[in-house]
């Protein structure tokens, strides 16, 4: 059932459609997956844990009807992501979105960062989006309607303590986003990323935020709570629809106006 940011869109809006969804398996992407689902789309989606994956998928395939194709791979792997693309591609005869959502972070103080860590998350985070846009591209140009979100975030909008390596990995996948949309605007794919602010029930906040932190960060917001998944949804089936038809290049920020907000003598 269709309720809150979700219920203002049409039944059908993404029938006949086919989506990759990497990170799909858990929070803000499962979460994407679900939604492009419940509007009529099948979804192939992708991560390491194929138990979590299996889970995920037969949720939402008994909530909305829709075939839901779960197929683990590491994006670090150019070769797995690419087998990911052509099962999706053989099970739905095609791929028209792209959903780069897989992420890994932590908080460390990068002075105490180790050259691997920093690493880890770039590869995943920047590398890994780069290897799935790279393996959906033929599939998506042959869509005539491609296409291609980044899962980015705002940290790298100004300097956020103990968040280097998630910065500079999120930075490098919005420019990513500005080259494939004036590189592959010929072909018929939009690329525009969302930037999520603090969502609800995620990992991300789990790791990010917790225990009280949670409540301080709040105060930070302008509208004075964390995002939902759903809202996040809502922002990648608004850039799938056509009304966003004309949309590419571009950062499309869902964060409660927290990246606009200068905290003034603490207040
Ligand atoms: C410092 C750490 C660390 C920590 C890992 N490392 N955790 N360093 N503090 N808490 C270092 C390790 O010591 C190691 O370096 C290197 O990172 C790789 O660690 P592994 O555990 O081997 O990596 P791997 O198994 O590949 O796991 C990747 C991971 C992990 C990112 C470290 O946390 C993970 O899989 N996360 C996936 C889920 C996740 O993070 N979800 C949240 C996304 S939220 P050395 O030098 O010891 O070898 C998000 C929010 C963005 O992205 C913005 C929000 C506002
Ligand atoms: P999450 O549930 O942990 O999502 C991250 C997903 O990436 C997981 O499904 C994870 O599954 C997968 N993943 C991690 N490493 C991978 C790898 N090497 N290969 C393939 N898949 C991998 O966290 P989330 O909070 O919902 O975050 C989702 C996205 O939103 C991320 O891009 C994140 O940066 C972004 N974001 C989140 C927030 C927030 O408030 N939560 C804010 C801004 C941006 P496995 O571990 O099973 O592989």
């Known amino acids: 059932m269709r309720t809150g940011p979700l219920a203002i869109f049409k039944d059908d809006l993404l029938k006949g459609h086919t989506a990759v969804v990497t990170g799909g398996g858990s929070g803000i992407c499962r979460g994407i997956a679900r939604a492009f689902a419940l509007l009529g789309a099948d979804v192939c989606i992708t ?12 949720a939402i395939s008994a909530e909305t009807g829709r075939a839901i194709l779960a197929v683990a791979a590491d994006v670090r792997d150019p070769d ?10 053989e099970r739905f005869g095609a791929v028209d979105t792209l ?10 103080p990068a002075a105490a960062l180790s050259p691997n860590g920093f690493k880890t998350v770039v590869d995943i ?31 790298h909008y100004h300097g956020t303590p103990l968040q280097l390596h998630a910065s500079a990995a999120k930075a490098g996948v919005d420019a990513m986003t500005r080259n ?7 072909f018929g794919i939009r690329v525009n990323s969302i930037a999520p602010g603090p969502i609800g029930d995620t990992e991300g906040m789990r790791r990010l935020a917790p225990g009280n932190a949670a409540e ?24 799938r629809s056509p009304a966003a038809a004309y949309i590419t290049g571009t950062v499309l920020v869902v964060d409660g106006g927290q990246c606009v907000s200068l905290p003034m003598f603490g207040v």
């Open 216 to 239: 301080l960060a709040k105060k930070g917001i302008p509208l004075g709570r964390f995002g939902t998944i759903d809202e996040i949804a809502a922002a990648a089936v608004y850039l």
């Open 47 to 58: 991560s390491r844990k194929q138990a979590v994956l299996d889970e995920a998928a037969a």
């Open 99 to 108: 959903v780069n959502g897989a992420a890994g972070n932590f908080l460390a």
């Open 180 to 186: 494939l949309a004036v590189e592959w605007g010929q």
């Open 125 to 155: 985070d920047l590398v890994g989006s780069f290897h799935a846009a790279k393996a959906a591209f033929e599939p998506l140009r042959l869509s005539g309607n491609g296409l291609l979100i980044n899962v980015t975030a705002t940290l």
């Open 80 to 89: 797995a992501v690419i087998k990911v693309v052509t099962a999706a591609r």
